[in-house]
């Protein structure tokens, strides 16, 4: 039998609660885990996430300074990478996001402002998430064009590492690729891809996802840069990407789900798109040879899922 999933947008609602780890509390090796005062801030903004409701705007934060300062401190050595690590895509978005949402070192951007901005570039939409969802919920989300955020931030004593998704991530690294059209088209492939699959076929969608949307690598001309979150969100994995370390092979979908990868480590192998209409069109050929009895098709006029 088909596993539940969401139809309309307001279905997202249910997932508020169902947040695996880290939601409300903190593995013992997060660097905030033994700081109390760490711990309640984040309740305080996850409880946002918790009661959002689809159709409220998202309520601003009043970011700290302390949390300004670490804000910074990763804004200043990542930006310093984009023009030589990040794809051309990205930089095209950046100075946008300068302009019109507030990105800088001395504010923390609000994620509201970014979901607007989005919003207006390709139809995506952010919704404030308190921790990691399961697979299947996170991509069933993109189905819908809506990308699942947090809006807390790492703790202030290792500025360049965090365990988890946290704002840096989320607006430094995934939202410049949602203003991008194409992209925004492969990331919702995906999303469909996985309404109503099977867990076997939800494990190979997420490795896809993985693989591109958070560690993804295109060929940009005569060279190869980084369009994965998790790539444009570390400083020290952008430049090893790039590096002659790695191994690098050709996105083949069905390949690429079958790969065993480390969550904690730099990846040992990345996989390298032509572009993104291109990594489109292959993820629709793989998501038609998943077992599924129907196909799903979104109807942006109401917001819901068009069974076929
Ligand atoms: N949940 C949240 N909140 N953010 C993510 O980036 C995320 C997630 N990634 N759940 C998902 C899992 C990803 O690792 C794949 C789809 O499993
Ligand atoms: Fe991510």
New binding site residues.
Partial sequence: STPWFPRKMVDLDTFADKVLEMGEELDSDHPGAKDASYRARRAEITMIAKTYKTGQPIPNIDYTQVEIETWAAVFDKLTGMFPTHACREHQHVFPLLIQNCGYGTHAIPQLEVVSKFLKDCTGFTLRP?M?????RD??NGLAFRVF?S?QYIRHHSSPLYTPE?DVCHELLGHVPLFANPDFADFSQEIGLASLGASDEDIERL?TI??FTV?FGICRQGDQIRAYGAGLLSSFGELEYCLSDKPEIRAFEPAKVAQQKYPITEYQPVYFVAESFKDAQMRVREFANSCDRPFSVRYNAYTESIEIL
């Fill in positions: 998430v921790g990691l969802l399961t697979s996170f991509l699942h947090t998704p997420a996802y993985w958070e």
